[in-house]
């Protein structure tokens, strides 16, 4: 610690300590020493039940009965499964409807927020607040309160001419209620996004502002190509994120994922199969499926990404 | 509205630009300020807009706590007709004979398990991956990155049917054995990214005094951490304490339950007339975190951040 930088510098010429290739040896076993704590959790708790659950998948496991290899029943049973079919029409409805809205949200407001003035801060960090306890089980109860019969988006509903009788009731406004609840906590993506739009060169603008181009086609040319890494991180963050949601469907509909299935959203139905009945290993075929499909979406934005996602040459 | 008057981020310093620019263009000038305060304006009109409804919920549920159960539904506006501290004395006997205080110990004991387990596991993983060469890192990284976009939904089913076969389902290990097992990605990505950034020079002159890496990861690297130390222990605090998934897989005796399932029972047992008390025991629950966020809301909001520009 007490070298200067010039004596540091000079040192690599006449290097002490042992020779070349027991350094290596070395240097390789406190690698994995310092490794030892992530590489035994991802053996146990990722690499390991990964594995173990591809084989439940082709398995009637139970906790209590056990379980045996069926071949491709649960798959067959599956696709036979009205509840699971419902359950993939929420989840991807939520997903394909909400994650937009609630992007497109997170950067309206980012770029309203993207200037100098006085208060941005206190307003970026208010704006975060939902998504810090927007999955908790006190906001679901809240959002059930506000949404329900009487409840306050209710009277506001009926004042603007709506029939009444509340969301958490009525099964084609269960998912507009989840997806305003999602779109609510904007404010992670927000905060992304309005990090990204710092990165972005102040001279573009006023290039292109010289040569006479209106907000509409600066927003076109210059923010969205410049952002486009940080629109498609977000992308593919909140589309993953938006499959996993469960607390609050269970605690808006009491664990049920009712009325009429409109809130059976995948993991609350894999929940109730796997955790409820005791189904271990349908649910275990449920979860590959997500696996799949999340690995196939993950794909598409990335092999589509070359054609849209604009990554400035010089790696800021 | 004196100062904040540059729309364009110059460097420029703070003050009125006017007097600096040429007589003649005076006029223009002093339109252009005009645009400009007018501008500003508007973004304060719309942010101010945009802040009552993202806090609407927050603050309606926070006075609905003070409302007698009979007046929370059917209520639009915020301020109550009624204030009543009932709600909180019912919240605080807790349910089922247990109280309120003991749930709060769970989740605090586990809250505060999680960020040590986060904090220990996930810096020593990270020194491997920023800081040792060693044949196999790309591959265990790019590995650490997949279990990233992983689909938790996988491994929970054969990692219950383990905890289970253990013996370990109505106790806490199977909620905090992955805390100190480092499988909390995110928080090893986070502390690889800055890591990466803290200057080399420091652990070769060490190495060269003839320092191991232990030595240099206890003494060097870790005093240096602490901003991305307390990043990771503020998100693993609030991400435990809103757990609601894993304590209802695992948790039997309600003795043992944290928080959310504390809440989950007042949502099942009691009807549409309490929900005073569901109330004030939501507003409860959340107390903590909202104090961490007015503490921490820096460190919070640039761990997101940076978490964004480097993924």
């Known amino acids: 610690m007490s070298l200067s930088p010039q004596a540091s510098r000079a040192a690599p010429k006449r290097r002490p300590g042992p020779p070349r290739s027991r350094r290596r040896t070395a240097e390789t076993r406190a690698g994995y020493a310092f490794l030892a704590p992530w590489l035994l959790g991802f053996l146990a708790l990722t690499a390991g039940p990964m594995i173990a659950s591809a084989y439940l998948a082709f398995t009637d496991y139970h906790p209590i009965r056990g379980g045996s ?125 309005l990090a990204g739009l710092k990165q972005i060169p102040h001279e573009l603008y006023e290039a292109a502002q010289v040569d006479g181009a209106g907000p509409a086609r600066r927003f076109f040319r210059i923010t969205l190509p410049m952002l486009s890494p940080v629109l498609f991180f977000n992308l593919v963050l909140e589309t993953i994120n938006s499959f996993q949601i469960f607390a609050s469907a269970f605690i808006i509909s009491g664990g049920q994922g009712g009325p009429a299935n409109s809130t059976l959203f995948y993991t609350l139905y894999l929940y109730q199969r796997g955790f409820g009945q005791g189904q271990l290993g349908y649910a275990a075929a449920m979860a590959w499926l997500l696996v799949i499909v999340v690995g196939i979406i993950t794909l598409v934005f990335f092999r589509t990404s070359r054609y849209w996602v604009h990554y400035s040459g010089d790696g800021r | 509205m004196s100062t904040p008057l540059q729309t364009e981020p110059r460097p420029e310093p703070h003050g009125n630009p006017e007097p600096a620019r040429e007589p003649a263009r005076g006029a223009l000038a002093r339109r252009a300020a005009g645009r400009r305060r007018g501008r500003t304006l508007g973004f304060h009109l719309a942010a101010w807009a945009l802040a009552v409804v993202v806090l609407y919920p927050g603050v309606w549920m926070v006075l609905s706590a003070f409302r007698p159960s009979s007046e929370i539904i059917g209520q639009t506006g915020l301020i109550p007709d009624q204030t009543t501290l009932d709600n909180f004395r019912k919240a605080f006997e807790g349910i089922g004979g247990i109280s309120f205080w003991t ?21 020593v993983s990270a020194y491997a991956f920023a800081r040792i060469d060693f044949p196999g890192r790309s591959v265990f990284f790019a590995l650490m990155i997949g279990t990233l976009l992983l689909p938790f939904h996988v491994v929970i089913i054969p990692q219950f049917i383990m905890f289970n076969e253990i013996g370990w389902t109505d106790s806490y290990l199977p909620l905090l054995v992955g805390k100190f097992l480092a499988t909390d990605a995110f928080f090893v990505f986070l502390m690889v990214q800055f890591m990466r950034n803290l200057p080399r020079e420091l652990d070769e002159s060490a190495r060269i005094d003839g320092a191991g890496h232990p030595r240099i990861f206890v003494s060097i690297v870790l005093p240096l951490m602490r901003p991305v130390l307390a990043t990771a222990s503020i998100f693993a605090f609030i991400w435990s304490w809103n757990d609601f998934l894993a304590p209802l897989i695992y948790l039997r005796s309600p003795d043992s339950y944290p928080l959310p399932l504390m809440l989950r029972q007042y949502t099942d047992q009691t009807t549409t007339s309490d929900y005073g008390a569901q109330m004030a025991a939501a507003v409860l629950a959340l107390v903590p975190v909202l104090i961490f966020f007015v503490l921490f809301q820096r460190y919070i909001v640039e761990g997101v951040a940076t978490q964004g520009l480097k993924g």
């Open chain 1, 69 to 193: 290899w069926i071949g491709l029943d649960n798959f067959d049973r599956l696709l036979d499964d009205p509840r699971f079919l419902d359950s993939v029409e929420v989840t991807a409805t939520y997903a394909v409807v909400g994650t937009p809205i609630k992007l497109a949200a997170a950067l309206g407001v980012a770029m309203l927020l993207n200037s100098r003035r006085r208060g941005q801060g206190t307003y970026r960090s208010l704006f975060y607040a939902p998504s810090l306890i927007g999955a908790s089980v006190s906001v679901a109860i809240v959002w059930k309160a506000m949404f329900n019969d009487q409840g306050i988006v209710d009277d506001i509903g009926r004042f603007f001419g709506m029939s009444g009788g509340g969301w958490v009731g009525n099964p084609d406004l269960t998912l507009p209620m989840m997806i305003l609840l999602a779109v609510w906590q904007f404010g992670a993506p927000m905060v992304i996004f």
């Open chain 2, 103 to 123: 749930f709060f110990g769970n989740s605090l004991f586990l809250a505060a398990a999680s960020v040590i387990g986060v904090c220990l596991s996930c810096s």
